[in-house]
Structures are given as C-alpha cells and as structure tokens.
Nanobody, 123 residues
Framework: QVQLVESGGGLVQAGGSLRLSCAASGRTFSSGIMAWFRQAPGKEREFAAGINWIGGSTWYADSAKGRFTISRDKDKNTVYLQMNSLKPEDTAVYYC????????????????WGQGTQVTVSS
C-alpha cells in the first residue's frame, strides 16, 4: 500500500518561496500521476499542479501558473512543489496525491492522499 508523506510547509512572508516535498513509500511508481492539491479554511480542496510520473509532463491550475513548479525524482520516489512569489491567498493545507490514470485535475482521479502540510503566507 502506498503512503505519501508531505513536508516543507511553514510560515513565509508574501513574495517569498517554499518547496514542498512528498515522499512515497510502499511501492515504486512505474506509471500514473501525482499532484498537489490545497484546501484553504472554509473552502473546498482544489487542484494546484500535476505531473505524469513516467513522461514528466506537467499541468497547473491558473492560480499556480508561472509561480509554482511541480517536479519528481524517480530515484527518490519523491514529488516536489516549488512555490515562488507566494501570496496570502496561497495560505492553505497542501496535500500530495497519487493516481493511476494518465491525467487528472479532479479529486476523484487520485486514490492515495497524504496527511497535508500547512503553508501560511503573511502579508
């Protein structure tokens, strides 16, 4: 069974940067996709960025384009989310997720979820 563990969250000032990590254990990925979602207080969980594990193709929510970069390290079974030019509205719990389809932006495309890591951006 796959387990996902996020790390790297914290408090940062507006305009700053953070890099989130998601380490996968339990199996080595040979296909599928991984993604980062986020959930702000009082709001629904929303897609931020996704990556195809084998091909490395990426896709982003409009709110993340140009500021966030998703990447993966196959040897370490780890996915990263580099977040630059952070804004107070980026404040949320960020979740890593893994799915078996080839592409997806919806919650139901992903079967496995991490516990989340808090990102707080102060103004």
């Amino acid at each position: 069974q796959v387990q996902l563990v996020e790390s790297g969250g914290g408090l940062v000032q507006a305009g700053g940067s953070l890099r989130l990590s998601c380490a996968a254990s339990g199996r080595t990925f040979s296909s599928g996709i991984m993604a980062w979602f986020r959930q702000a207080p009082g709001k629904e969980r929303e897609f931020a960025a996704g990556i195809n594990w084998i091909g490395g193709s990426t896709w982003y929510a409009d709110s993340a384009k140009g500021r966030f970069t998703i990447s993966r390290d196959k040897d370490k079974n780890t996915v990263y989310l580099q977040m630059n030019s952070l804004k107070p509205e980026d404040t949320a719990v960020y979740y890593c997720a893994a799915g078996r389809v080839m592409y997806g932006r919806a919650n139901w495309n992903y079967e496995t979820w991490g516990q989340g890591t808090q990102v707080t951006v102060s103004s």
